[in-house]
């Protein structure tokens, strides 16, 4: 076993408890995380309290739709089954590793995990490529014995070297780590990497040459109960000697302006933007570092500081988790971020935001805005106005005597704000017309953006053929061929339908053509509000007053259509996980019959565990914030 697959061994153990108590872990860390990592880290993640992994966990509706006895017949008789194969495969692969631990006497991490990353200029050994055209002329030289690595000579060059850094709290688990990495320590493979032991700030670590180019040596260690790895000796120490002080990550400016509109929380993750940029430019030629700059600034980017991510399980009685994330940015947004920064607007009303909806977005964006925003971007960074280029892709339209379509005057300016996307789900679901969804955009002037569309779709899409276009209460409908939401959503999706748009109601709509046909019948009659139905009456609570962008999905809806189809092993769904699932069980060495998803109980019998979510974005002082609530239904 070499140095990489030790750490690779290393990694996949912390990725596999990671995993496991990402979805339940107590009160704050980030915090207490950032104090004992250095300002330069360039990104971190913590974890807190793991011993508290299954309290957690048990509140949440996911453990109780596991622990239920309907799902109970179905799982139990297969969870033994994949148990034992994946134990037996673990054990084999520990004991090829030289250790003789059990599975299920594993040494969980029982307290706080903190990952971080660092990166600094060091000089490293490669290959020197300048000597690869005299190699490859010689007479002997033969391309299929050659090796980069071994035949060509080393020479010293400055590199960006990434190191990071892992603490664990093993708890009374530590007894136990120590005694695998005792084992691991003992074989012939690791004492070919010259173990040996190093003080760094009173703590003893093991040491170990590294087989990479770029890591030189990889050290691990016990402060007391909690494990310690990582890849820079001279950055343990900075980290050991980082708690509190005015050199810790907590303690910097761009840090703290990500963890306040964010809060501590359960699981927490930082990537510092700013020091990316940095590094990114050190090795620059002053001119490489003007044009970099200058195109930072044009875009936007520049003033993108940091990215945060907080996350909380089960934080109240009434939600299963609650995932709150902040691109942090310095003054006001401009360029691609401007874009992305919708202003906050109350919900809006619409026709289209009914009752039996089973999601929907609200996005307050202007797509004439959004051109003209990359049309400037365009100029600055390439000298380059879009709006002629546009125009000759419709010179085609001018024919019957009318002029071309200005496609910015008379179709991207017509738009306004909000867009709204829309799904629902009707039986049966195993229909391909179960699911429809609709795009709809206000406009300002209906006829002038129909006479558009009517010349473009004439001239460039239905190229004369006038059975695609038909009249519907007094609403053109333009159709398009082959033309499916769930084919863009779903890129797999085998369904092949017709689509359609039409201006309704100074709305342009876009879906396939009974959806569209639908909403012009729909004018007819009043619909129900979406705030007329019980799940979204209490998901609501969860959603701002304003916003600029307001996301809905009724998860027990969604979750019974995907139920069925699971069922239905017919159907375009159905068939797909049994595929997935026989490729998984012929990795475990198993036979895809231990599990039947036909054999799942009715979706009555589990629905209660299923409710809603709720998200929002909206742009603050701190930059563009996002929140997403998982809710329990009563």
């Not at 002038?448 to 519907?472: P, V």
Request: glycine content about 4%; hydrophobic content about 40%.
């Amino acid at each position: 076993m070499n140095l990489k697959n030790a750490i690779k061994t290393i990694m996949l153990t912390l990725i596999a408890a990671l995993a496991i108590n990402l979805s339940a872990i107590a009160a704050p860390s980030a915090s207490d995380a950032a104090k004992k990592l250095p300002k330069d880290t360039i990104f971190m993640a913590s974890i807190d309290n793991t011993d508290e992994l299954l309290n957690k966990f048990k509140q949440t509706n996911l453990w109780s739709l596991y622990s239920c006895p309907e799902m109970q017949k179905f799982i139990k008789p297969a969870e033994e089954k994949i148990t034992a194969a994946i134990k037996e495969n673990i054990t084999q692969a520990w004991s090829e590793a030289g250790l003789n631990t059990k599975p299920e006497d594993f040494p969980w991490p029982k307290g706080e995990i903190i990952f971080s990353l660092t990166a600094k200029s060091q000089m490293v050994k490669k290959p020197d490529m300048s000597k690869l055209d005299a190699l490859m002329e010689a007479d002997d030289f033969y391309f299929e014995n050659f090796d980069m690595e071994k035949d060509l000579p080393k020479i010293e060059v400055e590199e960006l070297v990434p190191s990071f850094f892992v603490t664990v709290e093993m708890g009374t688990n530590s007894a136990e780590l120590k005694k695998m990495i005792k084992q691991l320590l003992a074989t012939d493979d690791v004492r070919e990497l010259n173990p040996r032991k190093q003080r760094i700030r009173g703590i003893e670590f093991t040491v170990l040459d590294s087989q990479d180019d770029t890591i030189k040596e990889v050290a691990f260690g016990f402060d007391k109960d909690t494990f310690i790895l990582g890849t820079d000796l001279q950055g343990l120490g900075q980290l050991l000697a980082s708690s509190s002080s005015s050199n810790s990550l907590y303690a910097t400016k761009d840090f703290q302006n990500i963890l306040k509109p964010l809060g501590d929380s359960d699981v927490f993750a930082y990537l510092n933007i700013g020091k990316i940029i940095q590094l990114a430019t050190n090795d620059m030629e002053d001119y490489e570092k003007e044009e970099f700059n200058t195109i930072m600034d044009i875009t936007g980017f520049k003033s993108v500081y940091g990215l945060g991510y907080a996350m909380q399980i089960a934080p109240n009685k009434n939600l299963d988790y609650s995932g709150k994330a902040l691109v942090g940015i310095n003054g006001r947004p401009k360029g691609v971020l401007a874009m992305m920064a919708p202003k906050s607007i109350s919900m809006p009303t619409s026709s289209y935001l009914k009752k039996d909806l089973t999601s929907f977005v609200v996005a307050n964006y202007d797509l004439s805005d959004i051109f003209q925003q990359i049309n400037d971007i365009a100029k600055e960074t390439q000298g380059m106005d879009l709006e002629p280029m546009m125009q000759m892709m419709m010179m085609g339209t001018a024919q019957n005597g009318n002029e071309p379509v200005n496609l910015t005057k008379d179709v991207i300016n017509q738009f306004k704000a909000p867009i709204i996307f829309t799904a629902e789900e009707t039986k049966p679901y195993n229909d391909p017309k179960s699911q429809k969804m609709l795009l709809s955009i206000p406009v300002k002037n209906a006829d002038t953006i129909d006479a558009a569309f009517a010349q473009i779709h004439g001239t460039m899409i239905a190229n004369g053929n006038a059975d695609l276009k038909h009249e519907m209460l007094n609403n053109t409908i333009y159709l398009l061929e082959d033309f499916s939401f769930n084919q863009v959503i779903n890129p797999v999706s085998t369904e092949n339908t017709m689509g359609g748009m039409a201006i309704v109601n100074n709305n342009f709509l876009l879906s396939s053509l009974d959806v569209i046909e639908q909403a012009i019948r729909d004018t007819r009659v009043k619909a129900e509000p979406i705030s007329s139905d019980n799940v979204f009456a209490q998901a609501k609570k969860y959603l701002p007053s304003q916003a600029g962008l307001f996301f809905y999905s009724n998860d027990r809806k969604d979750a019974e259509a995907g139920w069925d189809m699971m069922k239905d092993e017919n159907s375009e769904t159905g068939m797909m996980l049994s595929m997935a699932k026989d490729e998984i069980f012929r990795e475990l060495g198993l036979n895809s019959d231990i599990i039947n998803l036909s054999e799942l109980p009715d979706f009555k019998t589990v629905e209660k565990y299923f409710g809603a979510s709720v998200g929002h974005m909206k742009t603050t002082n701190d930059g563009i914030y996002m929140e997403v609530n998982a809710i329990k239904i009563k």
